[in-house]
Antibody
Framework: EVQLVESGGGLVQPGGSLRLSCTAS????????FTWVRQAPGKGLECVAN????????YYVDSVKGRFTISRDNAKNSLYLQMNSLRVEDTALYYC???????WGQGTLVTVSS | SYELTQPPSVSVSPGQTARITCSGD??????AYWYQQKSGQAPSLVIY???ERPSGIPERFSGSTSGTVATLTISGAQVEDEADYYC???????????FGGGTKLTVL
């Protein structure tokens, strides 16, 4: 059974940092591109960052460039998102996902508020 | 940056056909994927590679593309199909992948 389990979300003040993690099981993690997808309360889905199979290609939405870093450790079947200089508008549920394969975690909530 | 455009809402009566469109310049070259998201749940794939249906998805769900517009069609929509629907695709270079803004389907 495919499982993606996110962790690391929480409440942080503006300007603060968080590191999200996603642990995968039930499939060959190293064979897939992965994406962090976020959904602000009551809003749509947004691709924040994605990474190719060996980590050599990374793409970011303009609003997080220079602040967020996506990475992966294939030996640990894990995906990460380092989020720095957080803003109120980064508040969202963050999913670890391979959308074309229909692999989704349950999401981890990030709240940026003073 | 690349954008996919969807109507904010579509409303049909039970048994009618619902059509949700997604416009994007690269859709003649890049396949669209469609996701259904019900309240409080993660999204789930209903159409992949423009017109293919994953196992377990009812036959009333179908997808097509004509030029720069991809369409999700639900033939004989049912009350349980009420959800938000998102298209997903890439620009002509293959990245970035983006979601459309989402369409709220109401069946009543």
């Amino acid at each position: 059974e495919v499982q993606l389990v996110e962790s690391g979300g929480g409440l942080v003040q503006p300007g603060g940092s968080l590191r999200l993690s996603c642990t995968a099981s039930g499939f060959t993690f190293s064979g897939h591109w992965f994406t962090w997808v976020r959904q602000a309360p009551g809003k749509g889905l947004e691709c924040v960052a994605n990474i190719n199979q060996d980590g050599s290609e990374k793409y970011y939405v303009d609003s997080v460039k220079g602040r967020f870093t996506i990475s992966r450790d294939n030996a640990k079947n894990s995906l990460y998102l380092q989020m720095n200089s957080l803003r109120v508008e980064d508040t969202a549920l963050y999913y670890c996902a391979d959308p074309p394969s229909n692999f989704w975690g349950q999401g981890t909530l990030v709240t940026v508020s003073s | 940056s690349y954008e996919l455009t969807q109507p904010p809402s579509v409303s049909v009566s039970p048994g009618q056909t619902a059509r949700i469109t997604c416009s994007g310049d690269a859709l003649p070259k890049k396949n669209a994927y469609w996701y259904q998201q019900k309240s409080g749940q993660a999204p789930s794939l209903v159409i992949y590679e423009a017109s293919e249906r994953p196992s377990g998805i009812p036959e009333r769900f179908s997808g097509s593309t004509s030029g720069t517009v991809a369409t999700l069609t639900i033939s004989g929509a049912q009350v349980e199909d009420e959800a938000d629907y998102y298209c997903y695709s890439a620009d002509s270079s293959g990245n970035p992948w983006v979601f459309g803004g989402g369409t709220k389907l109401t069946v009543l």
